[in-house]
């Protein structure tokens, strides 16, 4: 059974590494820069050295209806974010309005729709609603400790010989002791294994095999996705079960 999600503590200053998604809902009461007819605005957004944008909305004009992602990676330094909403021309881009805004203001904020008013040399050009996930990246060591395997497929005649391969992402795994005819219910006694995070991992990776003289059997796998487990260095996951499987996500694991 997994950890209870805990609240989402407000964020000071610059927010740590991590992944931030931020969703460019719509555009209310945008000025029009054209002359004839309806604008085509769109919406480019900077975090740090990165900048992306939404796509331009085809005589969107000043209320248009973007409802976008555009996901960055924050370094634990950036303190802000620039917002620009403007307008598509053949020759030149004009733009509408602009706003900076602190990104943990933006992040406390979370999924909950918020506009905000853009300004071009001072005076208000409409608003953009925006909302926001946060996930701040897992850095240091994970101790994964294993138990037990209760009803694994059987892939012997007899009783089989289980091992467990652990591993994060597409990294080269650590290999559980192997349990001599422990069969479809093994036992580890807590063995213990030891990973470094820079930050960036995602996939926790589970693979049962069993031993054999000439080509191991593949009995099945699971994955756990680290960031939905709600550890920081100060907490300790109370653990879980894994249904483990085969074909699906753990396809390239079998013929791998």
Same mark, same amino acid.
């Given at each position: 059974?997994?950890?209870?999600?805990?609240?989402?503590?407000?964020?000071?200053?610059?927010?740590?590494?991590?992944?931030?998604?931020?969703?460019?809902?719509?555009?209310?009461?945008?000025?029009?820069?054209?002359?004839?007819?309806?604008?085509?605005?769109?919406?480019?957004?900077?975090?740090?050295?990165?900048?992306?944008?939404?796509?331009?909305?085809?005589?969107?004009?000043?209320?248009?209806?973007?409802?976008?992602?555009?996901?960055?990676?924050?370094?634990?330094?950036?303190?802000?974010?620039?917002?620009?909403?403007?307008?598509?021309?053949?020759?030149?881009?004009?733009?509408?309005?602009?706003?900076?805004?602190?990104? #943990?203001?933006?992040?406390?904020?979370?999924? !909950?729709?918020?506009? &905000?008013? @853009?300004?071009?040399?001072? %005076?208000?050009? /409409? *608003?953009?609603?925006?909302?926001?996930?946060?996930?701040?990246?897992?850095?240091?060591?994970?101790?994964?400790?294993?138990?037990?395997?209760? #009803?694994?497929?059987?892939?012997?005649?007899? !009783?089989?010989?289980? &091992?467990? @391969?652990?591993?994060?992402? %597409?990294?080269? /795994? *650590?290999?559980?002791?192997?349990?001599?005819?422990g069969g479809r219910d093994p036992v580890w006694n807590n063995e213990r294994f030891l990973f470094q995070l820079n930050g960036k991992e995602r996939w926790l990776n589970v693979k049962l095999y069993d031993k054999d003289m000439i080509k191991d059997d593949y009995i099945g796998g699971a994955r756990v996705e680290l960031r939905k487990l709600y550890l920081d260095t100060k907490?300790?996951?109370?653990?879980?079960?894994?249904?483990?499987?085969?074909?699906?996500?753990?396809?390239?694991?079998?013929?791998?």
């Amino acid at each position: 059974m997994a950890a209870p999600v805990p609240p989402q503590a407000l964020i000071k200053g610059a927010p740590p590494a991590g992944k931030l998604s931020l969703r460019v809902l719509r555009g209310r009461n945008l000025t029009n820069m054209d002359m004839l007819g309806k604008q085509d605005p769109y919406v480019r957004v900077t975090v740090g050295g990165m900048t992306k944008k939404t796509q331009v909305i085809k005589k969107g004009g000043k209320d248009p209806e973007w409802t976008e992602y555009l996901d960055f990676e924050t370094d634990g330094k950036v303190d802000s974010i620039a917002i620009e909403a403007k307008d598509a021309d053949p020759l030149k881009d004009d733009l509408i309005g602009t706003v900076e805004l602190p990104l #943990d203001e933006l992040i406390n904020r979370g999924a !909950k729709e918020h506009w &905000y008013t @853009v300004q071009r040399k001072g %005076k208000d050009q /409409g *608003e953009v609603a925006l909302a926001c996930d946060f996930e701040p990246f897992l850095t240091g060591q994970l101790t994964v400790t294993l138990h037990k395997a209760e #009803d694994l497929a059987n892939m012997d005649f007899g !009783k089989q010989d289980p &091992y467990v @391969v652990i591993s994060l992402d %597409k990294a080269k /795994g *650590e290999k559980s002791t192997v349990i001599k005819k422990g069969g479809r219910d093994p036992v580890w006694n807590n063995e213990r294994f030891l990973f470094q995070l820079n930050g960036k991992e995602r996939w926790l990776n589970v693979k049962l095999y069993d031993k054999d003289m000439i080509k191991d059997d593949y009995i099945g796998g699971a994955r756990v996705e680290l960031r939905k487990l709600y550890l920081d260095t100060k907490n300790k996951h109370p653990g879980m079960c894994l249904k483990v499987g085969r074909g699906d996500i753990f396809e390239d694991d079998i013929k791998g």
